[in-house]
């Protein structure tokens, strides 16, 4: 069984996830995919990963990310890496800074899941 706390890493190919309406889950895909609800269910990372998708080109540099947020760099940076190691976010150092991109893929199951049109069909 995978680590659910790296559920969607870009090495692994992202679970394939019916609407919940339409099938249940099998224990794999439930376990992966909560590893990645469990990093967006603090509203500091659920922000974080706002700020970086709704960036224009969608990737943002820590040093912008930090305003805003009442908390220290190290805990800005430790909110980071749990939603990297979710899968949701990738990093790339620039010289001394490092800038987030949203993974898109890792996205994709999670609408998926989520789809409401699927109750209707």
Request: glycine share 6%.
């Amino acid at each position: 069984m995978s680590n659910p706390s790296l559920p969607l890493s870009a090495s692994a190919p992202p679970c394939e996830v019916a609407p919940l309406a339409r099938e249940p889950l099998s224990a794999e895909s439930a376990a992966e995919l909560a590893g990645v609800f469990k990093a967006l269910s603090d509203p500091v990372r659920l922000r974080l990963l706002s700020l970086v998708a709704s960036r224009q080109g969608g990737e943002a540099c820590v040093c912008d990310l930090s305003a805003g947020f009442e908390l220290s760099q190290p805990t800005i940076s430790h909110h980071l890496k749990v939603l990297r190691e979710a899968g949701l976010l990738s990093s790339e150092r620039r010289g001394s800074w490092v800038y987030y991109r949203i993974e898109p893929q890792s996205l994709a199951p999670l609408a998926r899941l989520l789809d409401g049109t699927a109750v209707a069909r």
